[in-house]
């Protein structure tokens, strides 16, 4: 599964078909510039900033997906982000999140768990891959 860069003209109305259940939206400027997506399963995006610091927020997956298609459409959005900002030079990327298993899957690739409450996990972009 390869992502692709997201276009908010091609893709915004998947994310906002995704986001439906949870009865959110979000309008397209509102996201960043840089994101990705796995047309039909998943998309997630890089919060650049102006420091070496970036953040991967924004990860959804389409509903109905099998968990094994779930989990790899996520893991290859994760990995699209984090090479992108390495690419970029940032060399810390953070994240956040309530649940335990966007946890897990960070962990996998590399995160380290920082403080409780919400989880937020960082990665270290001059580290190489785990």
């Given at each position: 599964?390869?992502?692709?860069?997201?276009?908010?003209?091609?893709?915004?109305?998947?994310?906002?078909?995704?986001?439906?259940?949870?009865?959110?939206?979000?309008?397209?400027?509102?996201?960043p510039?840089?994101?990705?997506?796995?047309?039909d399963?998943?998309a997630?995006?890089?919060?650049?900033?102006?420091?070496?610091?970036?953040?991967?927020?924004?990860?959804?997956?389409?509903?109905?997906?099998?968990?094994?298609?779930?989990?790899?459409?996520?893991?290859?959005?994760?990995?699209?982000?984090?090479?992108?900002?390495?690419?970029?030079?940032?060399?810390?990327?953070?994240?956040?999140?309530?649940?335990?298993?966007?946890?897990?899957?960070?962990?996998?690739?590399?995160?380290?768990?920082?403080?409780?409450?919400?989880?937020?996990?960082?990665?270290?972009?001059?580290?190489?891959?785990?």
């Open positions: 599964m390869k992502p692709i860069p997201f276009d908010p003209k091609l893709h915004h109305g998947l994310l906002e078909l995704w986001r439906k259940p949870w009865d959110e939206t979000m309008t397209p400027d509102a996201l510039q840089t994101g990705f997506v796995v047309p399963k998943a997630g995006f890089l919060y650049r900033t102006d420091s070496s610091v970036a953040l991967i927020e924004g990860i959804i997956a389409a509903p109905g997906l099998t968990k094994e298609d779930r989990n790899e459409a996520v893991n290859a959005i994760v990995a699209a982000i984090r090479d992108e900002a390495r690419r970029l030079g940032f060399k810390l990327l953070l994240g956040y999140s309530q649940l335990d298993a966007i946890m897990e899957r960070a962990k996998r690739f590399g995160f380290i768990h920082v403080g409780p409450g919400f989880h937020m996990v960082a990665l270290d972009l001059t580290k190489p891959d785990p």
